[in-house]
């Protein structure tokens, strides 16, 4: 019955909506991230253990609000051994101040510089404000998870500090290219989920949330479809090209 019509929805949350409440699913990633236990061996959180790697990812998981009257989330990443944090342009596309705080550790901070890059492909590249330059990170990671592969999204939707868990379903190509721009998976995102985290069960970072696809049939019925997110690999590509053509990481 379906019409063939699948429009993304943007997972971002502008203030004052009406916004219906969600179920934290906490309880089913927690227990799949007990089979965690890979750590960036060069931060100061590498503990091998299920617990630290939890930590990790709260700590690198923030919230972005931005002075546009939205609210997104964002992760801390690595660029050129400077700590950055990456988010969906969209939910800080004409902000001029930008407030960013840690699930972890609450830490704040403020920036006012969009480093780059790209609005088609929703990027926005935060420096990561001095006074929460202490939290760890997450490296990309280019490679290709295969179909049914578990993935988690550490994200705020809503404003609430969030872990939800599901498979990838597969991947999104933009013409005339040999590699993934999108990925798509079952963990459910809502809005202000845009620039979380997508993570495999080794904590390695996978993408950011973009959007939701909502599907609707020939008679008007509508379902929510896949979570839709940037892959790390064109997110990797972005910044290469972005530093051959003269951006250097400050």
């Not at 006074?131 to 578990?150: E, F, K, N, S």
Request: hydrophobic fraction near 40%; proline fraction near 5%; aromatic fraction near 8%.
């Amino acid at each position: 019955m379906n019409n063939g019509k699948s429009p993304l929805h943007l997972a971002d949350r502008r203030f004052g909506s009406d916004l219906s409440a969600i179920a934290i699913r906490l309880g089913i990633a927690i227990f799949v991230f007990a089979c965690i236990a890979a750590v960036d061996p060069g931060s100061s959180y590498a503990d091998n253990s299920e617990e630290a790697l939890l930590k990790k990812i709260k700590m690198a998981t923030i919230l972005i609000v931005a002075d546009n009257g939205y609210q997104g989330s964002g992760v801390i990443t690595r660029i050129r051994n400077k700590r950055y944090v990456l988010t969906a342009h969209h939910v800080v596309e004409g902000a001029k101040r930008i407030q960013l705080t840690s699930h972890g550790d609450k830490s704040t901070g403020e920036v006012t510089k969009n480093e780059g890059w790209h609005v088609f492909y929703d990027l926005a590249v935060f420096r990561l404000p001095k006074a929460m330059r202490h939290l760890p990170m997450l490296r990309l990671d280019h490679t290709r998870l295969p179909p049914g592969t578990p993935v988690f999204v550490s994200a705020f939707p809503n404003g609430v500090p969030t872990l939800t868990a599901g498979k990838v379903t597969g991947y999104r190509f933009q013409a005339n290219t040999d590699f993934p721009t999108e990925i798509a998976f079952t963990a459910p995102v809502e809005q202000g989920a845009s620039g979380g985290m997508i993570v495999d069960a080794h904590g390695k970072l996978k993408g950011i949330v973009k959007a939701y696809e909502v599907l609707t049939s020939a008679d008007g019925y509508e379902a929510r479809g896949d979570s839709i997110g940037t892959h790390s690999y064109l997110i990797m590509k972005l910044i290469l090209r972005a530093i051959d053509n003269g951006w250097r990481p400050e």
